[in-house]
């Protein structure tokens, strides 16, 4: 009982420390044992109880028997003795009492003689009259009279529920038999007394550990609840600390180790893998720039009790972790050793917060003393706060003189309010004033003071000197600017009078541009209508010339009318020429050309418009180098290609010295295919490349001028290009060469589907038969 009590106590104390002050904590594999206990314990005592209790059963039922056995043996002997004792008598009267006397050893045993016939004869204590033989004391079932002295001692109970010990002896010569009758009740008496005082024993004896056991069990009970309520404040405690960033720490100064609690590794990013730290490990973790632990441990030795100190920690990821550690010496009850106990709070943050803080306020001081004004500021009880060097220059005040703590009458007397010339009217409230103060130097001065929300107020003086003269100067523009508007309103009137005269202008505009677009289609119309006209004589001229050059008819005399007949020839064909550029320009300026687009051979094109300018490049000992590359379509009309690359080779082979060279190269490009013409020859100058390709232009140079042309070739080759869709650029460059591209669209099939439903729809419109895509292909 003592060391249950003992040992539940040590238990409820053990779990106590270890959830108040985790230092104390047990080893698990006492724990777990003793957890073990708790069960085996209460085990054992029910199995010592039910042991305990067999025993004693088995040890009186024993004894009983044991007694039982030897009156059975002494009733028999006596049986026995009594039957010797009556053969020794034979012939003589011997009375029973003398076998069986009353002297308390026998109580209750009684001494039967039966006759040969089985009848009783003599019987020691007397017996009733009624019983006469045995079966009438022992009762009709009992087994004496059959079986005599062979039975030996049998236990009988009585027909009047006492039981007895029987036993039968015959007597020598068929003399009858002798019976003994021992009652087990008077057997029992003693055995009765020593069974109860073994029940007072064992019943002792289980109340006893009954109760050591019920005892064991609440104590048990209460250490587990003990253990449970300790665990729940622990768990809180943690929990507590970690919500609060802390964690628990005992130094064992004697032994040197450390404990740390879990919310301490989780602060730190650990894993705890053993119990204790060691003292150098953790002095290990802590930053050099910040001490190390020895330091504490000297002013601990030196009878320090308070320890408050802010260091870091270098946690799991390599990180260092502003800690504050407040803790305080106390004895240890168990070894009598030192201990520094405490808590660990991150201040990573307020050390992040401070640090910000500093840095915010050195800017905010920086930020005031860049200002322009003069800046101060006052806390509730008129004490300098803050201020900048331009208040210190207003008042001339040393930066001594203007210490932040010091009142308002303490500075302002150590320095020289400014002599103010004049002042303005105050505006504003109750927490706020702003007035302006000329000083006696000329400078004015906007001061605003305001009331902060604890109680103080902020003062700042702005130099409005510039202001108040840009006031002056605006005053003077005003005035001026009044003025301005008044001859502004007279120059609206003129204006607005103008701006009539301009509409009407306008108008005679759009009437004259109406007159020369219809001059315009006038002329278009005249020049196609001349151009037919002119071409009828001048195919009569141009027949007539050749007959009489070829003399069709005969000789014409004198050869010199040969050569007035070539020349006239010569100059009407040029002229035809000409009348037919001037009526195919007429008709494309009056979009009354109709192309007939359809997939050609880029190389067959080429190779036409290059037979076309053979001669004249023979005749000039010209080379004209072709890269068509195979395979490459058009998309044109083959009468319209063939006269822009006819005119475009005519040109270059024109304007390129005998001996020169031109060159045809044809490419793909996406969905347009590029033909460039490059040459050799004189090239065009710079100014005059903007204005070609226009009607009549033509590029006027001494070499030029030799020869002849309307200027509608390269007008009529881009005005065709441009039908097609394409577009016509020139690059050229003096005495070098000039370059020609051409684009043109390539025969896609979109194109081809368009073509094919134009057609199809002037074909439905004239009455004819729809042309098939692929024929136009």
């Not at 703590?405 to 400014?418: C, E, H, K, N, Q």
Request: one cysteine or more; proline letters at 4%.
């Amino acid at each position: 009982m003592p060391e249950a009590v003992s040992a539940s106590l040590s238990a409820r104390a053990d779990s106590s420390l270890s959830a108040v002050w985790p230092v104390r904590r047990r080893d698990p594999r006492l724990q777990r044992a003793e957890r073990w206990l708790r069960y085996a314990v209460p085990s054992t005592l029910s199995v010592f109880l039910a042991c305990l209790v067999a025993l004693a059963a088995i040890h009186i039922r024993g004894q009983r028997a044991e007694i039982i056995a030897g009156a059975e043996a002494e009733v028999e002997g006596f049986a026995r003795l009594a039957a010797h004792a009556l053969r020794s008598a034979e012939g003589q009267h011997l009375d029973l009492r003398v076998l069986l006397p009353e002297d308390g050893r026998h109580s209750g045993r009684r001494l039967v003689l039966l006759a040969p016939n089985a009848r009783i004869t003599q019987a020691h204590p007397p017996l009733p009259a009624e019983m006469e033989t045995l079966p009438d004391i022992l009762g009709p079932s009992e087994p004496l009279s059959a079986l005599g002295e062979r039975a030996g001692a049998v236990l009988i109970d009585l027909p009047g529920g006492e039981r007895v010990l029987a036993a039968v002896h015959n007597l020598p010569n068929g003399g009858g038999q002798v019976a003994v009758l021992q009652p087990v009740d008077p057997l029992m008496i003693g055995w009765g007394a020593r069974t109860r005082d073994q029940i007072v024993l064992v019943g002792a004896a289980i109340l006893v550990i009954v109760g050591v056991g019920v005892a064991y069990g609440l104590q048990t009970r209460q250490a587990t609840l003990a253990d449970r309520a300790c665990e729940q404040i622990r768990l809180r405690l943690e929990t507590a600390l970690r919500r609060s960033d802390c964690g628990l720490w005992d130094w064992d100064i004697a032994r040197g180790r450390i404990y740390w609690s879990d919310s301490m590794y989780t602060l730190l990013g650990y894993r705890r893998e053993q119990p204790y730290l060691a003292f150098g490990t953790v002095n290990a973790l802590v930053h050099p720039d910040d001490g190390d632990l020895y330091s504490l441990a000297r002013a601990v030795a030196a009878n320090q009790t308070h320890v408050d100190h802010a260091f870091r920690v270098r946690g799991a990821d390599g990180s260092y972790v502003w800690l504050r550690a407040r803790a305080e010496v106390v004895a240890d009850g168990f070894d009598g050793g030192r201990h520094l106990v405490g808590i660990a709070v991150d201040i990573s943050q307020q050390r992040a917060l401070e640090e910000t803080n500093a840095a915010a306020d050195m800017r905010l001081r920086d930020a005031v003393e860049a200002i322009s004004e003069a800046f101060v500021l006052w806390d509730q009880g008129n004490r300098l706060v803050l201020c900048n060097s331009k208040f210190r220059h207003l008042h001339a005040l040393s930066a001594e003189d203007a210490q932040p703590g010091r009142r308002y009458i303490d500075v302002m007397s150590r320095g020289a309010l400014p002599q103010i010339r004049r002042e303005t009217p105050e505006i504003g409230m109750a927490t706020a004033r702003t007035f302006e103060a000329e000083l006696a130097d000329g400078r004015w001065l906007q001061i605003s003071e305001r009331r902060t929300r604890d109680g103080g107020y902020v003062s700042v003086g702005t130099d409005i000197t510039s202001l108040k003269r840009q006031q002056e100067q605006l005053v003077a523009s005003e005035r001026e600017l009044i003025e301005t508007v008044t001859d502004l309103k007279r120059s609206r009137r003129t204006l607005e009078v103008q701006t009539q005269q301009l509409a009407d202008l306008a108008e005679r505009y759009l009437d004259q541009k109406a007159v020369a677009e219809s001059a315009n289609r006038s002329k278009s119309e005249f020049l196609a209508n001349m151009s037919h006209e002119l071409r009828t004589p001048l195919n009569a001229i141009i027949g007539f010339a050749d007959v009489m050059e070829n003399e069709v008819l005969g000789p014409i005399g004198t050869p010199r009318y040969g050569e007035y007949a070539r020349d006239i020839r010569q100059s009407g064909g040029h002229l035809l020429t000409m009348i037919d550029d001037i009526l195919d320009m007429a008709r494309l300026e009056a979009r009354r050309v109709r192309l007939k687009p359809r997939a050609l051979s880029a190389g067959k094109a080429v190779d036409d418009a290059i037979e076309a300018v053979s001669a004249e490049a023979a005749r000039k000992d010209m080379r004209i180098h072709v890269d068509v590359r195979p395979g490459v379509e058009l998309l044109a009309d083959i009468r319209g290609i063939h006269r822009i690359l006819v005119g475009i080779l005519e040109n270059a082979v024109k304007f390129t010295g005998a001996g020169g060279q031109v060159g045809v190269r044809v490419r793909q490009a996406g969905e347009h295919v590029h033909v460039f013409v490059a040459d050799t020859g004189i090239g065009i100058p710079r100014a005059a490349l903007p204005h070609l390709g226009q009607p009549f232009t033509k590029v006027e140079t001494q070499i030029t001028s030799r020869h002849r042309g309307s200027g509608l070739g390269l007008a009529i080759a881009r005005s065709t290009a441009e039908l097609h869709g394409g577009a016509l650029r020139i690059r050229s460059e003096e005495n070098v060469g000039t370059v020609v591209l051409l684009k043109l669209p390539a025969p896609t099939l979109q194109r081809l589907e368009t073509i094919a439903q134009a057609a199809g729809r002037e074909a439905a419109a004239a009455g004819r038969p729809a042309v098939d895509r692929r024929s136009a292909a």
